[in-house]
């Protein structure tokens, strides 16, 4: 029988006889042809293909959620920013360049009246601040002007300057507090605190260090008249602690603490600047960020603000990136007296390097020891 060419090779130790053939017989399903891939199965596809529709419908509702939440708080600001005179706005420097890049110097004016009971006929700024940003260095800071400060009302005369609000309204407080301190104001917000109590519960509350005991007196006393009689007061303990709206507005507006005859009113202000920079500090905060479609408008209710819902965006961020610890406090102050009947606090000349030190231009230092109204500054959680 002659040999036959064979479609296979044939080894026997040696050189193989044939041809190669061109092509290979098909292997049967699911056994591996030696070609380095496996075909994926179609329970694999299937998971692949939900795997990529849940990212995609993820990416959707964030979109979604954030268009929502934006446009929402941008409501609440064009409330707030209908709130403000066209006066005061014409009183304010335009910046130039970006709240996230540019140092912004805010004023803050909390007003406490015509809500409450016995308050109707009160309409003066019980808290005053100025609060400046300072992104390059990753620092906030605060200068709290006591409201018995006596000063010159632009047009009225010398008085004190929480009348300036009582006077001529907010225009005429901006006006007062940039002839005071010759600084240029980039924005307002001016707070009821009234209400301010309502910001800090849709926000969750704050958390608050209280630097010593106190006992407070007896107003606003939330029982009944025969119980508040014999009621002591408000009461807050050392150390740090979770406060309502309620709680923390009685904390900010506390005058008088039984417990140490040597505090003032400097004392309260520095209690407002605690109360505002952790209501702040909730309002950028994440929980707060997924709240925002619902609470969105009521977050900037008790506000007036010049501020653009983008602008405060950018505040937040500023504050979210600035170092707590490294937090500038200051405050003016001098001479405590007495003028037309009212007791008042007569302006120190050191005021104005306090104003140095708020702006970074000097550096910071305390108020002197066993002076109770002076003026300075202090870095973090040291009491002013």
């Known amino acids: ?51 990529t529709l849940a990212i995609v419908l993820t990416l959707l509702l964030g979109v979604v959620w954030l268009v929502a939440s934006y446009l929402s708080f941008s409501r609440g600001i064009s409330v707030a920013n209908d709130r403000v005179p066209t006066p005061v706005v014409a009183e304010l420097t335009k910046q130039d360049g970006l709240l996230v890049s540019t140092p912004t110097t805010i004023l803050v004016l909390g007003t406490d009246g015509g809500t409450q009971p016995g308050r109707s006929s009160a309409n003066r700024s019980d808290s ?15 200068l709290s002007i006591p409201r018995d400060l006596r ?16 006077i001529g309204g907010p225009t005429l407080a901006l006006r007062t507090v940039k002839s005071l301190t010759g600084l240029d104001v ?14 800090i519960d849709s926000v969750g509350g704050i958390d608050i260090d209280v630097p010593a005991p106190i006992l407070g007196n007896r107003f606003d006393c939330p029982y009944s008249a025969t119980r508040c009689e014999k009621w002591d007061g408000w009461r807050f303990a050392k150390g740090r602690q979770h ?3 309620q709680r923390a507005l009685i904390y900010s507006r ?20 605690q109360v505002i920079q952790a209501t702040a500090s909730n309002v950028t905060s994440a929980g707060t960020a997924l709240k925002l479609p619902f609470r969105g ?41 007495s003028a037309d ?19 970074g231009r000097s550096t910071p230092l305390a108020p002197p020891k066993g002076l109770l109204y002076a003026p300075g500054c202090v870095i973090g959680d040291r009491k002013l």
């Open 254 to 273: 506390i005058r008088e603490n039984r417990l140490d005859a040597s505090e003032t009113d400097l004392d309260r202000a520095r209690r407002q600047q």
């Open 297 to 337: 408008g009521s977050i900037v209710r008790p506000l007036a603000t010049d501020l653009s819902a983008g602008q405060v965006l950018q505040l937040g961020w500023a504050y979210f990136r600035a170092d707590p610890k490294r937090a500038l406090h200051c405050r003016l102050g001098g001479e405590p007296g």
């Open 186 to 199: 980039n924005h307002v917000a001016f707070v009821d605190f009234d209400r301010f109590k309502d910001l």
């Open 151 to 166: 000063v010159e009302i632009p047009g009225n005369g010398a008085a004190k300057i929480n009348s300036a609000f009582q």
């Open 1 to 51: 029988m002659p040999e036959q060419e064979k479609p296979y090779r044939v080894y026997k130790g040696g050189r193989a006889k044939g041809k190669v053939p061109l092509q290979r017989p098909s292997t049967a399903s699911g056994v591996d042809s030696g070609s380095g891939t496996t075909p994926r199965k179609p329970r694999q596809r299937r998971l692949g293909r939900w795997l």
């Open 341 to 359: 009947g009212e007791s008042v606090i007569f302006g120190s000349e050191d005021n104005v390097a306090t104003v140095a030190m708020f702006t």
């Open 128 to 142: 005053i601040m100025l609060i400046r940003t300072d992104p390059s260095k990753h620092r906030l800071a605060f």
């Open 243 to 245: 406060m309502n709206g």
